[in-house]
Every structure is written in C-alpha cells, then in structure tokens.
C-alpha cells in the first residue's frame, strides 16, 4: 500500500469535512485521517460491572493500547448507589494489573480471588491469591501436575464462591503430562542416565482441542481451592473425553453444578472429531456432585445431550434452578439459534419445565425468542421473582425480564427505540441494576436502575446514566460522534417461485443504516456490509470502524438478512442450504432499498465483510459484478470445497451448504459429489466474473477458515488480470482483533476505498 501517496487524499478530505472543529486540538487545515481512526479506536468502553454486597458498584473500562498492542483495563470505583451518588466523573480510573489471568470476588465483597501465572519453564505454575480489604491474605501455589493455566473464556471458564465454607471453585486447563525423555545413555545396571548429556523429551502423541481460540490448550477441568487448609482438588469427571466448565454451589454448598461437554459430537452421524468451540453449538448436559466426593464418586447427569443444557443458576430460595437450553441449534446442526429458557426443581430434578419457548415467528414488535450465549452469574431481583438477561431482539440488544414461575412472558426493562443502541446487563442485586449500552454515536456509557416492586411492569423501570465517560472523550470528538446519523431500514425479501409461502420465508428482515449528519439523506458513496455467522446479527451498537468510515463521508449499510439472530426461529432456518443464493439475493435488496430511499449513489459503491460476511462479499462481487466498484474481505471463506478438510468447523460447511441433511450426511472424506456442491455454494464458482479490485485481511493463525481459502481465491483473480492485494497479519486468528491489526485494516479499507470511491 502506498501510505504516503494517500496522506495527501486524507488530509485533504478532512480539511473539508471538519472545517467546523478543531479535532484533538489541531487544526482542521492539518487534521490527520491517523489522528482520527486513533481517536475512535481509543474511545473506551465498558469491560464489566458488578454489585459488590448489592449496592456499590465497580466498573472496569477498557480501551485499545497500540503501543502495546494490548487492551488495557482500568478499575472505575466504588459508586455507593445507595447514597443516590450515581456521578463517577470525580473518580480517576485506577490500572488493573494485567498479570492476573482471572479473578473473582465473593458475594459479600469481602473477599476476592486472583489467579495468575508464576515462574518459568517447566516450573511455570499457577499462583492463587485471595485478598480481603488489607492485601493477600492467603495465596496457593498450584504445580502443572495439578492442573495448567486457569480458563478465563467467557464460555468454559467460571469462578464460584461457597463463602460460608470459605471455598472457591474454578476451572483450569488439566495437568500436564511429563513427556517421555529420550536419548539418554544407559549405564552399566541398565537404567538410562539422566544426566543431560545428549537426550531430549519426546512429543509424545497429538492431542486434540477446541479449535480457534483454544490452540493448544488441554481440556478444561474443575478444581476447589479450600482457602482454610491452603489446598486444591480436583473435581471427578464421568469420562476423560469430557470438558467441563461452568461450575455453581449447591444451595448448601455441600455440591457442585456443572456443564459437561463431550468431546464426540453425537448430533452428526460419522463424526469422531472434537469440532470448534467457540461461536458453536455442541452437545452437552448438566450435571451434579457432591462435595467433598466420596472416593469412587462420579458426577451424576441431570439433563441429556440432547438437550444441550448450560448456564445452570440457582435460585435465591434454592427450590431449583434454571438454565439454557440450545437444543434448537444442535438439533438443526446450526452454529447458533433460538434459546429456551427452562426449569428443573433442586434437589427432585426429575420435575422440569421450559419457562420461555422457541419462538418460531414472531409478532411484528413483539418478543423474538432468546438469543444469549450465558446467564450472568447474579441475575435475580426482587426476591428471586425476575431474573434478567440480556437478548439479540432484531437488530439491537435489550435487557428482558424473565419469570422463574412461568407465570408472566418475558418483559424488555431496557429503554426501546433505535437511538437507545444497544444494552448489555453488567450486574444485578436485590435493589439495584447496573448495565451498559452504546450506539453507533456512543462508545459507551453507563445505566443504573432501582428495582420496581413489579420487574414486570416496563414503565416502571427508570434509568439514569452513571456520568463518567463524557469526562474521558475531548470536546472534539463528542461533536463529531454527534453528526453520526443511524436508522432501521425494513427490507421486503424477494423470493424464487421455490421458497414462497415457506415457513418463515416471507419475514421482513432489517439493516442498520449509518451516515453523517453532512449528507443524511443524500445520495453518496455506500459501502454494503454483510455480518458473518451466517446465524449472527449486526445490533446498534459502537463500532470504531464504521463511525471511522461514515466520518469520512461513507454511508454504511449493515444488513441483517434472513438467517441472522433475533428475528425468530423460522427465518433462521431459512437459511441453511442455501447460502449463497438467498442471502446474496437480501444483501442485494437491501441496496436496492437504500437506493430507493436516496441515500446512496448507486454507482459508487463497496462491498466489505468477514467470514461469512467475506464468503458474501465475494458471491456480491461474481453474482451482480457490475453492481460493485470494489470490494473488501475479511478471512473469507472462498471455497467450502477446499476449506470443510481444514477447518475447526467441518460441520458448518455440511449444514448451510446441504441444509438439514447435513447432519445425517456428515463425512469426514465428502465423497466428490459433496465437494461439488460445496464448490458450486462458493464465491469461487463465480470468481471469473469479478472485474472490481478486492482487498483480503487475513490472519496467519486462524483455524476456522484458514487462509489458504483466500489465497487460492486472490491468486485465480491475478491469473485473470483482476486486481487483488492481501496483508497478512502473522499472530492474528479468525476476529483480526488486535489493536495493531485493527488500526491497520481500517487504515489500509480507507486508502483502497479512497482509490475506488472517493467520498465528493
């Protein structure tokens, strides 16, 4: 990329956009397209947020380092809610110290546990702290042959305390195994000499994981710390192809429950390989042990397989406990889908019941079903009558309240409307709840609420920001974030004479359009984002690169196309099968209708997406070649043919190109009549009609869809005289998140759009 030729366009574009401030303190004749993109990634944003003993809140922000490399957090608190003090702008944000890999506090906020890692080499270990208010009032040092480094996932990963009893349990990746030495010399009584002269330690035999993200890592394992005896066990598991994670306390804390993943995925026939993990549905169940175990005790299942059971909460009476149920997705084979809320009475766990419901088509403004990866792990108000969580509903986010008894239907208590963003639920507690929320205008802020006597009324719960985020964003980029314009555009799908009439086919999907307040309205230079997934959603909520781009003069369209989360189960089965086609055929609605509606100059636009968004994109650029003007792809999937023998996710290519077949036709060598329809699903099948320019991102660790997809595509492209550049990013995996790496592709996406459609 030529970077300094493409200096003069920034900084002449920008003396013309932001005559009106005075960006970062420099002048607008100077001001600088690196100064802004700095700027936006910069913004921080909320990390976390918790109760500590039901009413002061503590806040971890986060923001981008590039010096770095890293994202460092900040610790914002205490807030005592009770006092009416809801202003945290006079406190100063203190570091957190990034050495810890995971920590916890106890429900009574008096105790919280650090977990971080401790020497070297094979004498790496992990280290225990449990601090009260003074300091580290006891720490446990834990050697690889007890367990590895602790998880701290967000999937897995849980940290319980069982206060009373002063015990925590946690889950870390299972011990080592010492590897076997080698080339040693044996001397004269036949043992072999350890005495380092020439030998080395074997590899010993592969073993497998949970794919991208969890590279090299052994199965997760549950472990108690008792913290009066200073000692860790670790918990039973039924069978050693298991991961377990996602650990709660017993009422009485004489037990713990679990979720327990099989590393077989029993829902594909023919399938002996342990599939990805992360953004995946795969089979598992709750289980339960008592604690401490008897000496031959083994968990006992409570739920089955099937049932795709996770996220177990106990409720504050101790009368039972609900969790997630994913049943919809692992019985479709889909990656995601509708979640069911359901019940089971403690300790007769015989008794249960769904409490909320797949929700096949939803009512125009009505609840479109669940569609949450986790429960937080304190939920509960008002005496255990509500629990909230937070849920994709169309093309945004809410906090519902959900009734443990079934007796109300779910309840949003989160402010509704497409400039209230998108919310996230932080904390709960008897008399108080914290949350986040942002916008495509708002990188972040944060929102107390009192708990109502009836969580469900919706009118009876008022917000109020907690002020501490206008103190850390300058004057200047509160102006500009102030021009960002954004709205729901309602997308009529457009059907072939096959698929009219079918269940859920017919529904209305949406997009999110975003501009700046300069041209709203007006037709000008469009860029056409399609999500990834495909079953995940575009929601309105802060993203750096998009108000980076609409800044610049781009309208954004993120479209949300049959398939996607939070628009109901029907619609999102709709999909699988026929990838490629019904999608390409919403994305193209989409523009149509933004066209229609005169914000975009039909003749300049782009098409940029990753993942499956970059499969999109590529489809776009060969399906309707004379519809794009260039075109930007995020670690694509090119080529399903190619990519279903190296990915983590075989099964994602079986399902959405063969549908529901899919399962039962799962192979781990696809006979040459599966590769072909595989081929003939992706974009590489209409390569040979692509005339605009693209531009690939790929990162040289990503196991979900590895790059040499990509470059088989690039490279078939050169070979027809088409223009294709790549930038590969060496340590990055599938998200492409890192802070560098962020900052370059949205620096290299502005200099290629800026070459092929220059903003006026």
């Not at 690196?34 to 990634?41: M, N, S, T, V």
């Amino acid at each position: 990329m030529r970077f300094a030729r493409a200096m003069r366009f920034r900084r002449a574009r920008l003396s013309a956009t932001f005559s009106h401030s005075r960006f970062l303190d420099a002048p607008s004749s100077t001001t600088d397209v690196e100064q802004l993109l700095d700027a936006f990634l910069r913004a921080p944003s909320v990390a976390s947020g918790k109760l500590r003993g039901g009413d002061v809140a503590l806040v971890r922000v986060a923001r981008r380092d590039l010096v770095r490399d890293a994202t460092q957090k900040a610790a914002v608190g205490p807030v005592r809610l009770s006092e009416g003090t809801w202003n945290a702008q006079h406190l100063q944000p203190q570091p957190c110290d990034a050495e810890y890999a995971a920590e916890c506090t106890s429900p009574s906020g008096k105790w919280t546990l650090r977990m971080r890692s401790h020497g070297d080499g094979e004498a790496k270990a992990t280290l225990l702290e449990v601090w009260d208010g003074c300091g580290v009032a006891c720490e446990v040092h834990v050697p690889q042959k007890v367990h590895g480094p602790p998880l701290a996932d967000g999937w897995f990963a849980s940290c319980a305390w069982d206060e009373p009893h002063m015990r925590v349990v946690y889950v870390a990746q299972a011990s080592k195994k010492e590897p076997i030495q080698l080339g040693n010399r044996t001397g004269a009584d036949g043992e072999k000499e350890n005495d380092g002269g020439g030998g080395w330690k074997a590899k010993g035999k592969w073993e497998p994981d949970w794919g991208e993200a969890y590279e090299g890592q052994r199965a997760p394992r549950l472990f108690v710390l008792d913290i009066a005896a200073r000692r860790v066990e670790a918990v039973p598991v039924r069978d050693e192809e298991t991961s377990v994670g996602q650990a709660v306390w017993t009422p009485q804390g004489d037990g713990i429950v679990f979720a327990e993943f099989p590393h077989a995925p029993s829902n594909f026939a023919n399938a002996v390989a342990r599939l990805g993990a992360i953004y995946c549905t795969r089979p598992s169940k709750i289980c339960h042990i008592h604690w401490p175990a008897s000496a031959e005790e083994k968990p006992c299942p409570i739920t089955e397989d099937a049932e795709a059971a996770v996220s177990p909460r106990f409720t504050p009476q101790g009368d039972a406990f609900v969790y997630l149920s994913r049943r919809a997705a692992l019985h479709s084979g889909t990656h995601q889908g509708t979640v069911e809320l359901a019940r089971r009475n403690w300790p007769d766990t015989e008794q249960h019941r769904i409490l909320v419901p797949v929700v096949e088509e939803p009512e125009a403004g009505q609840f479109p079903g669940l569609y949450l990866q986790s429960l937080e792990p304190t939920p509960w108000v008002a005496k255990g009558q509500a629990l909230l969580a937070t849920t994709i509903w169309r093309s945004g986010t809410a906090i519902v309240a959900l009734d443990p008894s079934g007796a109300n239907p779910p309840c949003r208590i989160s402010t509704t409307g497409v400039h209230h963003g998108a919310w996230t639920l932080l904390d709960a507690s008897e008399d108080f709840v914290l949350a986040s929320r942002s916008s495509p205008a708002l990188p972040a802020a944060l929102m107390v609420a009192k708990v109502p006597g009836d969580p469900f009324d919706p009118t009876a719960w008022h917000w109020e920001p907690m002020e501490f985020f206008s103190q850390v964003l300058s004057d200047d980029l509160r102006n500009i974030l102030g021009r960002i314009r954004y709205r729901f555009v309602k997308v009529e799908p457009t059907h072939d004479v096959d698929s009219h009439g079918k269940k859920g086919i017919d529904a209305p999907f949406e997009a999110i359009l975003i501009e700046s307040a300069d041209t709203e309205g007006l037709p000008g230079p469009a860029i056409l984002c399609p999500h990834g997934g495909p079953h995940a959603t575009f929601v309105c909520n802060w993203s750096p690169e998009y108000a980076f781009l609409c800044t610049l003069g781009y309208k954004i369209i993120l479209v949300n196309y049959r398939g996607s989360l939070g628009f109901g189960e029907a619609a999102l089965q709709s999909l699988p099968g026929k990838v490629g086609q019904q999608d390409v055929t919403d994305m193209l609605a989409a523009l149509d209708k933004c066209i229609e509606l005169g914000c975009v100059d039909a003749s300049r636009v782009a098409v940029m997406g990753g993942s499956h968004g970059g499969f999109l994109t590529g489809h776009l650029l060969g399906q309707a070649p004379d519809r794009f003007r260039c075109g930007i792809l995020r670690n694509p999937v090119c080529n399903i043919a190619g990519m279903v023998n190296v990915t983590d996710i075989p099964d994602w290519c079986h399902i959405e190109v063969l549908g529901a077949m899919g399962k039962e036709l799962y192979s781990e060598a696809p006979d040459p009549e599966m590769l072909q329809k595989m081929y003939d699903h992706s974009p590489i099948a209409h390569a040979g009609n692509i005339t605009a320019p693209t531009l690939f991102h790929l990162g040289a660790k990503d196991r979900r869809v590895p790059y040499s997809d990509a470059l088989q595509m690039m490279r078939f492209l050169r070979s027809k005289g088409q223009k294709a550049e790549a930038i590969m990013f060496p340590e990055d995996k599938h998200p492409l998140d890192k802070p560098r790496t962020e900052y370059e592709r949205c620096l290299s996406a502005q200099e290629f759009l800026q070459e092929h459609i220059p903003p006026l």
